[in-house]
């Protein structure tokens, strides 16, 4: 299983990771024996939103014999009222469903203390001023008891004014191909909609400046919600009309700038089988990029680059889609930060090394003019 630093955080953490909604569905023995085979093939992430006593309890179970072998994501704001989930800001019952959070997961403190589920502007201006709230979160980072601080959401303006703030050091975010496509909203349930707009097309701007912008800050993402809930491995209910795999719908997350692990939902030891394939999957089984440009609806075909890898090999020995992405990243600020540039420069060739022989052209499914691009990068960066 190879591991992704997670941003500022300094966290490495498993490419693919566990994401416990579906734990409750089984006997706790069985959603025991879910957590642990994962964590033998290497999974060493897990995401408890959930505040009801049996997911936290099966977590606890399945953790507590290599707690600091695993990284957890708890959630602040989370609660269990009168037997149902609670989103609330309420201090009394955050600070109750915390500490039985660490209770039933048998130890005394969460990795990555997530704000938890801030998709409207007033929650984040609550979430983000002095207040009950955000000094409750800070409490619980100055006594150990959160190592970081972290914040969910599915609204990408949310994400990114979270990134440039300062206040957090990674997201937990929505990502896929068929999000990717919607302007930012604050309602969850239009991403579900049983049909998009016919004029969408490639990953909307805003995401797109939002993934730029987690990378240019150093906060890192981890991924929720990667298959759609489902509906990308069906046709029939597919934005694209196409099925992907979820190897190829894993691909497409890690290839976000900024995201370290990809949080999937488990009922079975196959369904994990699959997404931990990925670790071994061929290009070509990985390859997204060639299915959505064919997709009889909402394609991405003449977007810019997707980093997707499609214009490999070059000749002159350029990792293109990294080159794209640093250009990418630079060109949103008004001067290239050096920390940027001296990335650039650690590469091994440069854009300006590019013969212009058009071959990655002609392989890039999504039409970018890579030989222009190089000469802007090598422009902007000097070679």
Not at 92 to 114: H, S
Not at 123 to 134: A, F, I, K, M
Not at 164 to 190: H, K, W, Y
Not at 304 to 322: F, K, Q, V
Request: charge should be negative; include cysteine; glycine fraction near 10%.
């Amino acid at each position: 299983m190879r591991c992704r630093r997670l941003g500022k955080t300094g966290e490495m953490v498993s490419e693919i990771g566990f994401g416990g909604e579906w734990l409750e569905r089984h006997a706790m023995e069985e959603s025991v024996a879910l957590m642990k085979y994962a964590h033998s093939l290497g999974v060493n992430i897990v995401d408890c939103w959930m505040p009801d006593p049996k997911s936290r309890d099966i977590i606890g179970e399945a953790i507590g014999e290599d707690r600091a072998g695993w990284l957890v994501q708890g959630h602040i704001g989370s609660t269990y009222q009168k037997g149902q989930y609670t989103r609330t800001r309420d201090i009394q019952q955050c600070r109750i469903a915390f500490e039985d959070l660490l209770t039933r997961l048998k130890t005394d403190y969460i990795d990555l203390g997530m704000i938890h589920y801030v998709d409207r502007m007033d929650d984040w201006e609550t979430v983000s001023r002095p207040g009950p709230y955000l000094d409750y979160v800070m409490e619980l980072k100055a006594k150990g008891q959160i190592r970081h601080v972290g914040l969910s959401t599915h609204n990408p303006v949310i994400a990114r004014m979270a990134a440039e703030s300062g206040l957090v050091e990674m997201l937990l975010f929505s990502v896929n191909p068929a999000f990717d496509l919607l302007p930012p909203t604050d309602q969850i349930e239009n991403y579900f909609a049983d049909r998009y707009a016919e004029e969408l097309r490639g990953t909307d701007p805003v995401r797109a400046e939002m993934y730029s912008v987690c990378e240019k800050t150093d906060v890192g993402i981890t991924c929720m919600k990667p298959f759609a809930g489902g509906r990308l491995f069906d046709g029939k209910r597919s934005p694209f009309g196409i099925p992907l795999t979820a190897v190829q719908c894993i691909h497409y997350a890690l290839t976000r700038p900024g995201v370290a692990s990809v949080l999937c939902g488990y009922d079975t030891m196959e369904q994990i089988d699959a997404a931990v394939a990925y670790e071994t999957a061929s290009d070509s089984e990985k390859d997204y990029a060639g299915t959505l440009v064919h997709a009889p609806r909402h394609s991405f075909a003449g977007e810019a680059c997707t980093y997707c890898g499609h214009c490999r090999p070059c000749p002159a020995g350029i990792d293109i889609a990294m080159v794209n992405k640093l250009y990418d990243l630079a060109v949103m600020q008004e001067e290239v930060p050096a920390s940027l540039k001296q990335h650039y420069l650690a590469l091994e060739h440069f854009a300006g090394e590019c013969v212009g022989c058009g071959g990655c052209e002609s392989r890039c499914p999504f039409g970018v003019k890579v030989a222009e691009r190089m000469k802007r990068t090598a422009g902007l960066f000097g070679r």
